[in-house]
Each structure stands twice: as structure tokens, then as C-alpha cells.
């Protein structure tokens, strides 16, 4: 599914959340506190957009991992022309699943997953994974949409999100797997904000903050890796 719409998915990410995916991806880095030395993984990493804003930060090395191939060859190709040479050689990107990281105990300072967790089979799992691989301290973050609460902005985003972009990023893709069917309707499934700040709490996560982006639309989950 998520190989059949890789090659117009930054398209359909800038025109469907109007730009402001880019800003909420700034959050998620200043969020990040990224100091000098740090390592970065960026799991569910898709062509790369925020595995490249933390390689413009004072991190050494940033790897980005994610379970699609196609979306791992965009990444790789966009790379050298978004990039500076001294960024660029911090990045790697590598095939892989959240719920099973190929990499040792404590091996990262700072942990994003952006719009990926909630295609993700187990989520409890893929925290636990995350505490894993974070060193004591290493901070967790988490980008994931959500749906306003309040009328009109309710009726308005379901609207939206159920009608208008299934239809006009499925015409802009030419996508026929129905991963712009299935996507929208997983954002109301998904765990509700407190739903899914326990289950960071109950990973082992301390000093769980939530912060609602561009009138609730998107949420940034921030929280740090401490010893069970």
C-alpha cells in the first residue's frame, strides 16, 4: 500500500495539511532539544523530511528507518540536492520494523516517529521497542494527527478528511490500493491523546507532554526514556 502512493507523497503531504506538515515537523526537532553528539533514529522515516530536519541540527548521526523500500529510494534520492555535504554524511537510511529495531540496547539519544505510529499492528510493542534503544534520558517524540474536538472544527476536518482528501489525493497519486481510503479512517481509530499518553507512561516514558498543533489537527507527543 504505502509503495503505491511513495512517489507522490510529498505532494499529497504539502497540499493536504496546506504546508503546515513541514512546521509541525519543525516542532517535533525543537522539541527534540537535539544537542551536540547526539544520535538520532527516525522510525517510519517515509522519504525522509524529518530525518533531514534533524540532520540540520547538532546531532552526529541521524538514521532513518522504515519499512518501505520505495519510500527508502525517494529519501536516498532527495538527500544530495536538500542537504548540505557535512549534513548529508550524517544520514543513513535503513529498512526495518518499529516493532522489532535492528540495534542494540541504549544506542540513541532521540527517538521521532511522525505519522507512523498508528500504522503500526502493535503500538505498545513499538514503545517498548523505543524505550529500548533510547539511552537513559534520551528523549521520545511523537507527530500523529488527531481529531479536533470543538464545533466547527469537528465537522469541518471530518468532512474534509472523510470526503475531499480520500478523493483528491487518491486523483493526485493515482493510487488504486485504497491507502488514501484506509489512512483517513485510521486517524479516528486510533488511541485518543490520553489513551495514547498512558501507553507512553506505561513504556516506561516520564514527563509525557502533549501539544495540539493548527487548532488540534496534529499533536506532538514529548517524552523522556527513565528506568523501569
Not at 24 to 44: I, K, N, Y
Not at 86 to 114: C, N, R
Not at 188 to 206: D, H, K, N, P, Q
Amino acid at each position: 500500500m504505502f509503495s503505491a502512493i511513495a512517489s507522490s507523497y510529498d505532494l499529497n503531504n504539502r497540499v493536504h495539511s496546506l504546508g503546515r506538515d513541514q512546521a509541525w515537523r519543525r516542532f517535533a526537532v525543537r522539541a527534540a532539544e537535539v544537542r551536540p553528539g547526539d544520535e538520532v533514529l527516525d522510525v517510519a522515516c517515509g522519504t525522509g523530511d524529518l530525518t533531514e530536519a534533524f540532520a540540520r541540527t547538532q546531532a552526529s548521526r541521524v538514521v532513518g528507518l522504515d519499512f518501505t523500500a520505495a519510500m527508502l529510494d525517494i529519501a536516498r534520492r532527495k538527500q544530495p540536492r536538500r542537504l548540505e555535504p557535512q549534513d548529508a554524511a550524517k544520514v543513513s537510511y535503513l529498512e526495518g520494523d518499529a516493532m522489532a529495531l535492528p540495534f542494540a540496547d541504549a544506542s540513541f539519544d532521540v527517538l521521532s516517529i511522525a505519522f507512523g505510529i498508528r500504522n503500526v499492528s502493535e503500538p505498545s510493542r513499538a514503545l517498548a521497542e523505543f524505550w529500548r534503544v533510547l539511552r537513559p534520558g534520551g528523549r521520545l517524540i511523537v507527530l500523529e494527527f488527531d481529531r479536533p474536538g470543538w464545533f466547527p472544527m469537528k465537522q469541518f476536518n471530518d468532512f474534509y478528511c472523510g470526503w475531499i482528501m480520500p478523493r483528491t489525493a487518491t486523483l493526485i497519486s493515482g493510487d488504486r490500493s485504497g491507502a488514501y481510503r484506509y489512512l483517513p479512517k485510521s486517524v479516528g481509530t486510533f488511541l485518543s491523546r490520553s489513551a495514547m499518553r498512558e501507553s507512553i507512561e506505561r513504556a516506561g516514558f516520564g514527563d509525557v507532554r502533549v501539544r495540539a498543533l493548527t487548532l488540534g489537527i496534529c499533536v506532538c507527543y514529548r517524552a523522556v526514556r527513565g528506568s523501569r
